[in-house]
């Protein structure tokens, strides 16, 4: 049989465990006790003051193929086995966590299995899943609530029933009753007596306030050892003779914070205030278990998390590429956050051959966070981390906590006392998924390096912009950032920082050199990081972003010339680009003259394909808009291109239109690939090309599919040919 004892910190529960051990060892019983609580004194009477090794203390320093049983197990009176968790210094690593590593460690080697017997001496106040195991269904038989008439006595110990309802809840009977631990206050007695009632619960037997249990503590015994004490002895006896005979459990029935007040202190107002109420359903078996041991509801609703805010900030800060980025935390953490930064970056070099460095390369490494750290804590780990990199002289150190990190408490923000001159030392406390979700920590990365990286007292130089805000692991960043690097260098000015994009730490200290900034695409958190720029800095920002298309890149270039004096120069730019444009344009007509196109989007404006297609004579029916980003509805500037657009469209209406219109040409993510010689689909890109040609490389691709309809090859054969290349 396994019992757990719990109860609130200092009411008495290693006392009543040891005498309760005590009682049943000489009756004979083969007993294990194993304290549960950081301060690892629960057997100590039952070893007569011998202090028994701890599981913890036994496993930091221990190898998993050295693991002794013996080393930890003490042998107690009445051959009472004694075991005891241990856990961390006071404020730091996690004892929660150390309660499931010592009994992984029980379990391993079958330690159980040799006692009639086992019981668990459990804090009771400490509000976490690890102080829970004990009294999960695979652990305890039965659990034992100790308790004085004292108030927050009475709370913790309804806490603990609440815990014990979110394990079980009506399936289970596992409460055994109340042990009463007498305090000798005023009224104690009713108060324990109505809390029994008003929970259901027996009390198994009242402790009574002796000084018999101080002396044997001064003796380091238990009163079971004492000869002249028989009336505190039969308390213990009797209590033994329970678990050894046929126990009575019960389910657990725990109060709402009104109701015990109520019924412990007779308060007239929470009276009131329950017989207002609505009655409250308890908890379903299977709600909460994941929750705190001991609450009560439910966290309230939140939006669903898309990604980790330690893997958005980590995507975002190897940018910095004379940075070393540390991920505190374990190294499984750090190796799928390196893959999502490479992945793209592999994908895009065989099959773009597009050069992403800090995708390829990333500066990127873990703090190595093991099984001992996360109970101990790991900043001794951190720190020596930390000074390994600042050896290697880079441009900052940035420190990034991920779940495990940030759940057992360590405070990253420690190792910024390492910061020089020279190499800052910049810590972000993510804490994983708990600051947020992905796109949270490119967010906090971004705002947190600004604010801390950017000098204000730099001169600012001419014929320089900076960009913000690009897309971290797409490759169409990097095309899109050479078209527009190519474009300005004709005009002659050049880009002088990309705020956080292939750059370093010095030139995002030296961001204010350059006298204009461009955000690369519209967005809330781009505009955002504007605004902060603009509020902190002064910085002065380009009413446009990266453009997209003939028209749109035509009004950059002019109001870039118009800002640095060189408007002439953007004028022969665009004169050049539009007789190219205009002459494949030309050759598109053939094609596409009369030909109908129906088409979905968000609301995004589209200016660029929609000018394009009318310009090579295509018939644009029907345009259906998905309304659902953080920006404002702008689909096109020019709906005379459009014969319908329907901004209240859902994607059932697609397959009518479809019918009804007779379409050559379907852009949707809405339809399936049609019969062959009904309509050709196709989609949108997700990262359009920036600058001029923006729709004439997609008009092109779909002028091929028109001209080879009866083609319905894959991209299988592109990728044989690649792997053949690279891996053969």
């Not at 409460?175 to 029994?196: S, T, W």
């Not at 005979?245 to 914070?257: E, H, I, K, W």
């Not at 992905?438 to 950017?454: K, V």
């Not at 980003?629 to 657009?645: K, Q, S, W």
Request: one cysteine or more; a negative charge; proline letters at 4%.
């Amino acid at each position: 049989m396994e019992i757990a004892v719990y109860g609130k910190g200092g009411i008495g529960k290693s006392t009543i465990s040891a005498n309760l051990s005590a009682a049943l060892g000489a009756a004979g019983e083969k007993v294990l006790q194993i304290g549960c609580d950081p301060k690892h004194d629960s057997t100590r009477l039952l070893m007569h003051g011998e202090q028994v090794p701890t599981v913890l203390d036994y496993l930091k320093d221990t190898p998993l193929e050295r693991e002794r049983i013996d080393a930890v197990l003490g042998e107690g009176i009445y051959g009472i086995g004694c075991i005891e968790a241990g856990g961390p210094r006071p404020g730091v690593g996690c004892a929660g966590r150390g309660i499931i590593s010592s009994f992984e460690f029980l379990s391993r080697h079958h330690l159980k299995e040799k006692y009639d017997i086992i019981l668990y001496d459990v804090l009771g106040d400490v509000v976490c899943g690890g102080f829970a195991v004990p009294v999960r269904r695979e652990y305890a038989d039965a659990v034992f609530l100790v308790t004085s008439g004292e108030y927050m006595s009475l709370y913790a110990a309804n806490n603990i029933l609440r815990g014990i309802r979110n394990f079980d809840g009506d399936r289970y009977r596992r409460v055994a009753g109340i042990v009463y631990n007498e305090r000798k206050l005023p009224g104690e007695d009713g108060r324990v007596q109505r809390f029994a009632e008003a929970v259901g619960l027996p009390i198994l037997v009242k402790v009574p306030r002796s000084g018999v249990f101080g002396r044997a503590e001064e003796e380091n015994r238990t009163v079971m050892e004492l000869s002249d004490c028989s009336a505190e002895q039969q308390v213990f006896t009797r209590l033994a003779e329970m678990v050894t005979g046929s126990l009575t459990l019960y389910g657990a029935a725990p109060l709402s914070d009104e109701e015990l007040e109520a019924a412990v202190l007779l308060t007239e107002r929470t009276k009131a205030k329950k017989e207002d109420a609505p009655e409250e359903k308890p908890a379903a078996a299977e709600e909460n278990i994941s929750e705190s041991f001991g609450t009560e509801a439910a966290a309230p609703a939140r939006p669903p998390l898309y990604g980790c805010a330690f893997n958005g900030a980590a995507v975002t800060a190897v940018h910095l590429q004379d940075a070393a980025v540390i991920a505190h935390g374990p190294d499984a953490c750090a190796f799928y956050t390196l893959q999502s930064i490479t992945s793209p970056g592999r994908k895009n070099l065989f099959k773009k051959g597009i050069l992403m460095p800090s995708a390829l390369h990333p500066n990127f490494e873990s703090s190595g966070m093991g099984a001992a750290e996360a109970v101990f804590g790991g900043m001794e780990l951190l720190t020596e981390k930390v000074k390994a990199a600042m050896e290697r002289k880079p441009g900052a150190v940035i420190v990034l906590s991920s779940c495990v990190s940030g759940i057992i408490g360590d405070d990253i923000t420690a190792v910024e006392e390492l910061s020089t001159s020279e190499i800052p030392v910049i810590a972000l406390r993510l804490d994983g998924v708990l600051a947020g979700d992905y796109m949270e920590g490119i967010r906090q990365c971004r705002f947190t390096l600004a604010e801390r990286l950017i000098d204000r007292n730099v001169t600012k130089k001419d014929k320089l912009v900076n960009i913000v805000g690009e897309v971290n692991i797409s490759g169409a960043t990097e095309q899109n950032f050479r078209v527009i690097r190519d474009l300005l260098a004709r005009m002659g000015i050049g880009i002088h920082c990309r705020f956080l994009n292939e750059t370093s730490v010095d030139k995002v200290r030296n961001f204010l050199e350059a006298p204009l900034n461009i955000l690369a695409s519209e967005s809330q958190d781009n505009r955002e990081m504007e605004a902060f720029l603009k509020e902190k800095y002064g910085c002065v920002f380009l009413d446009r972003v990266i453009p997209t298309g003939f028209e749109d890149t035509a009004d950059f270039l002019r109001q870039i010339g118009d800002f640095f004096g060189c408007r002439e120069k953007a004028e022969e730019i665009i004169r050049e680009k539009k007789a190219a444009y205009d002459a494949r344009i030309e050759a598109l007509k053939p094609v596409f003259s009369g030909k109908k196109m129906l088409l979905t989007t968000i609301n995004a404006n589209i200016d660029w394909l929609l000018g394009a297609a009318h310009a090579a004579g295509m018939k644009i029916v029907w345009v259906g808009v998905l309304n659902y980003l953080r920006t404002a509805l702008c689909v096109t500037n020019h709906p005379e291109y459009c014969e319908e657009i329907d901004e209240e469209f859902t994607p059932g209406l697609v397959f009518d239109k479809i019918r009804d219109l007779q379409p050559d040409l379907v852009i949707t993510n809405y339809t399936t690939e049609p019969e062959q010689g009904a309509y050709i689909q196709e989609s949108l890109p997700m990262a359009p090309e920036a600058g001029f040609n923006t729709a004439l490389s997609v008009l092109e691709r779909w002028k091929t599919r028109f001209e080879n309809r009866e083609v319905k090859e894959g991209d299988w054969k592109n990728d044989r040919e690649l792997f053949e290349k690279y891996f053969a």
